[in-house]
């Protein structure tokens, strides 16, 4: 797995046209939304798209019933639509139920959400598990309103069908298993949600034409519910789930963040902090806590899976969050690719990372005389950088005595995990050095 033979250019186009071709969709926790995100990615991975009925029991929720929605909009007394789901639909409260009648607007204002502080944008409303109908508008729009007689219309359904997930697999030499979810339950939202189902999509596929030690599973389920019903569903697939990352927020201009393991630390956690750490870019680690995505349900006691979110701006800290301000707009491919870089760093250092034996541990090799000095003047005869390139080999000599992996040498001498790997590989090649399996 050669790391310069990605195209990350191509690939960051990629992700955002994606992210355009599934922001106008309506998605929900349930619903033809989420099958019609789904059939997209399907024609770039083959996912495998599951149907789980409405009233299925997982472990203390139940699959509701599932919602569409066609149309909903409210006129005033003129005929005029001052609130069209045709525009956006978070102008409709999400899992609204249907609704046709005439009402006042005293009746109709506590159905309305704005944001005071944000007068120009729409704020992004759901009601899952308690029925209600709502419409939701910009603070301007609002305050434009007078009294009048509106009709309020909102085409919806609210009836037993399914809950819809995807969920694809790369079977590597290992059965052990990394993996990478995302949220498919947001409707026009993109750094929340959707940046993270567009950069989920892309590193299965460009993983699925690569050679790999591990095996890798990607689900593409809807929030907290789609989580608990695929561990609900998928239990007995948890054992070999040895590690995971939560993907989302990964579109905004913001500094990395990841949120650690709920044991915090284990291999993802080293990695994903060594990631960053090589990256030089501005990043922040942060402890687990149970309130987020659905590292909830991964991390929860009975199971307390390994998995972590490497994410840009925690949901919630950017004033976009949940409002029509989280637009495509709000992201950029710049963010995006650097973000798909670091996932497939954290992925090269899984795919690459192994404990070696020194050969000649009674005092340093000669390095000159093997050649080393040589190959690196070869490379840049800066003698800086050999001097640079002689000091990796030594770090990588020193601590190969089978109880460190050169994640640990690298982490521990505060190199680049790929110049250590680069020092490693050489002193396999001139005969110093032999890979320990594990
Ligand atoms: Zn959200």
């Not at 809807?222 to 990964?250: D, F, H, M, R």
């Not at 000649?360 to 190959?375: A, S």
């Not at 089978?402 to 505060?414: F, T, V």
Request: hydrophobic letters at 35%; a positive charge; charged letters at 25%.
């Amino acid at each position: 797995m050669v790391k310069t033979e990605i195209d990350y250019k191509k690939i960051g186009k990629n992700l955002y046209s994606l992210m355009e071709d599934l922001f106008p969709i309506c998605r929900s926790i349930t619903g033809n939304g989420v099958r019609e995100t789904l059939k997209i990615i399907k024609k770039i991975i083959p996912v495998e798209i599951k149907e789980v009925p409405s009233g299925t029991k997982v472990f203390d929720w139940v699959i509701p019933k599932e919602w569409n929605i066609k149309d909903a909009y409210v006129k005033d007394s003129k005929g005029n639509k001052i609130i069209d789901f045709q525009k956006t639909n978070l102008h409709v409260m999400n899992y609204s139920i249907p609704i046709h009648k005439k009402i006042k607007l005293k009746e109709l204002k506590p159905h309305l959400f704005t944001l005071p502080d944000h007068p120009d944008w729409i704020p992004y409303a759901h009601s899952y598990y308690k029925e209600n109908w709502g419409f939701c508008l910009t603070h301007n729009q609002y305050k434009k309103l007078k009294e009048d007689t509106y009709e309020v219309f909102i085409d919806s359904t609210l009836k037993n069908g399914s809950l819809t997930y995807g969920e694809y697999y790369i079977k590597g030499k290992s059965k052990d298993e990394i993996l990478f979810t995302c949220y498919i339950c947001h409707p026009s939202l993109c750094n929340d949600s959707l940046s993270g189902v567009v950069l989920v999509t892309y590193l299965a596929k460009l993983l699925s034409k690569m050679k790999l030690k591990y095996s890798y599973r990607f689900l593409f389920i809807p929030e907290t519910i789609g989580a608990i019903t695929w561990l609900s569903q998928n239990e007995k697939k948890t054992k070999n789930i040895k590690y995971g990352l939560v993907a989302t927020c990964l579109g905004d201009p913001g500094k990395y963040t990841y949120k650690k393991t709920r044991n915090g630390d284990t291999l993802i956690d080293k990695i994903v902090e060594k990631v960053l750490f090589d990256s030089k870019e501005d990043h922040q680690i942060l402890d687990f806590w149970p309130i987020g995505s659905d590292e909830r349900q991964f991390c929860s006691p009975g199971f307390n899976l390994n998995v972590g979110s490497l994410m840009r701006t925690v949901y919630g800290c950017f004033p976009q969050y949940h409002t029509s301000g989280d637009n495509l707009d709000f992201v950029d491919k710049k963010y995006l690719t650097g973000s798909f870089e670091k996932y497939m760093d954290a992925v090269y250092i899984f795919e690459n990372n192994a404990s070696y034996m020194n050969l000649n541990p009674k005092c340093e090799p000669q390095l000159r005389k093997r050649g080393f000095y040589d190959m690196a003047e070869k490379v840049d005869p800066d003698p800086v950088l050999v001097e640079v390139f002689i000091n990796e080999l030594l770090w990588v000599l020193n601590f190969s005595d089978g109880n460190n992996s050169i994640l640990d040498i690298a982490i521990r001498s505060g190199r680049d995990f790929k110049k250590i790997k680069y020092a490693a590989d050489a002193l396999v090649n001139k005969k110093l050095l032999k890979k320990i399996d594990k």
